[in-house]
């Protein structure tokens, strides 16, 4: 089964030279790790950055530069910064290639579910919902089972949706499965997972490619 | 032309209990710390604020909320408060949870004098219940409407006498569109600059939108993650 980090080495393969790629928080922020270098590749956060950097160095700290997750951050040479309105013009505009980001559930349709729990105090959506309907690819990196070990990727969604038929391509601790034309099509394994156990922890229709 | 008041008191004169305000910034990333603080000694009450978040429990929006001065909040994420979510499970506070990109570009719209738009985020959601969705090109999406405030709080890095703002960095943020969305429309800057002295090609905010600006004091800008390079 892959680690957290390597789920996020798995996502970075995804990531093509001259791509622009919006992270989210969780699994996918650590995606930046494993992005090699002979890659030119631009980090966009949605609150008014392009060109995100690393996190600086005690004495480069900033109040006025961070990232969605509200961490402090730091730009790459070449950077930008915009309103969250020309933000948003630009991942609606379809000018950001590639999304990854987290989720309680998928499904078989591409429909996510990751901002709200019925019953539970909800926070919000920050801009999943914008990012998820705009993006021309759109990465979920999630545990494959919840706590209770139930399945994630489903038939359909239980939950509210943050936003339909939009899933391209889903990566778990289990492996990496694309999802098309109704099913999961199951494009890689971690080491040490068999057909059986990817079957069985998929609630939804699956097909091996 | 000389919009330069001397403190967030006197720029916050006309505010009156129910209004509506936009207020700018992104987490506690260039928000309008000196007006927030105005609005809590003034006392006024039940307020719809327009901001992408809530603020902390003991700073930002949060000093509005401890007070209970907030009626309703028009936002996109507000995980960050223990007051908030106690108001909102008991009821006292309304929330309105509006997908970012889209609580944006309402902004916008209103301060561009566009009544409505359409747009892909929400389409099958919960967001979309009681919206006109209409279909263009073969692709679903639902109306949303222009917001605008009785006044707008906003913060900006440099300004001067006309109103002329320059921003810093991601302080940015919500600050731009919110200035030009309120009806009368508060600027506060780190540092008030003499009419002249901005290079016109680096205004981020012409002065036509401003009818209030003065110089902040005591700027606390707290970071809300403090991250650092491990080495």
């Known amino acids: ?209 | 032309m000389n919009k330069v008041v001397q403190n967030a008191k006197e720029a916050i004169q006309g505010v009156e209990s129910g209004m509506t305000f936009l207020l700018g910034g992104f987490g506690l990333c260039g928000i309008p710390e000196n007006s927030i603080s105005a609005l809590r000694d003034s006392g006024i009450k039940d307020l719809t604020c327009v901001s992408n978040n809530a603020g902390v429990d003991d700073f930002g929006l949060g000093l509005l909320l401890q007070t209970k001065q907030i009626k309703k909040m028009i936002s996109s994420y507000v995980g960050e408060n223990k007051t908030f979510e106690q108001q909102f499970l008991s009821g006292e506070l309304e929330v309105d949870l509006v997908p970012q990109g889209t609580l944006a570009e309402r902004i916008r719209a209103g301060g561009a004098g566009i009544p409505a738009f359409f747009t892909p985020a929400g389409v099958g959601t919960k967001v979309a219940e009681g919206k006109e969705i209409r279909s263009f090109d073969g692709k679903e999406y639902l109306m949303e409407k222009a917001l605008k405030g009785d006044f707008a709080f906003v913060k900006a890095a440099k300004g001067d006498a006309y109103g002329n703002l320059q921003f810093s960095k991601t302080a940015a943020n919500f600050n731009p569109m919110m200035a030009t969305a309120g009806k009368i429309t508060v600027a506060e800057v780190d540092e008030l600059v003499p009419v002249g002295s901005l290079d016109p090609d680096q205004v981020h905010i012409p002065g036509i939108y401003v009818q209030r600006i003065f110089q902040g004091v005591n700027y606390e800008k707290r970071i809300e993650q403090l991250t650092v390079r491990s080495n």
């Open chain 1, 1 to 209: 089964m892959w680690s957290r980090e390597e789920m996020a080495m798995q996502a970075a393969l995804e990531i093509e030279d001259g791509y622009t790629v919006n992270l989210g928080i969780g699994i996918p922020t650590l995606v930046s790790n494993y992005i090699p270098s002979e890659k030119s590749v631009l980090l966009q956060s949605e609150n008014g950055l392009l060109g995100m950097g690393p996190f600086p160095e005690e004495k480069d700290v900033n109040p006025d530069l961070i990232n969605a997750g509200k961490q402090t951050v730091t730009a790459v040479p070449g950077a930008s910064f915009f309103s969250s309105a020309d933000s948003f013009a630009m991942i609606r505009g379809q000018h950001v290639d590639l999304t990854i980001l987290g989720a309680m559930e998928v499904d078989q349709n591409g429909d996510i579910a990751n901002w709200m729990i019925p019953g539970k105090m909800v926070k919000g959506m920050g801009g999943a919902m914008d990012l998820v309907a705009s993006a021309k690819k759109v990465i979920v990196l999630m545990q494959h089972t919840n706590k209770k070990g139930e399945s994630k990727l489903l038939k359909k969604c239980s939950l509210p949706l943050t936003g339909k038929n939009c899933v391209t391509k889903v990566i778990t601790n289990l492996g990496k499965l694309e999802v098309k034309e109704g099913s999961f099509i199951v494009h890689e394994m971690a080491e040490g997972v068999t057909k059986e156990m990817i079957s069985q922890a998929t609630e939804g229709e699956i097909k091996f490619s």
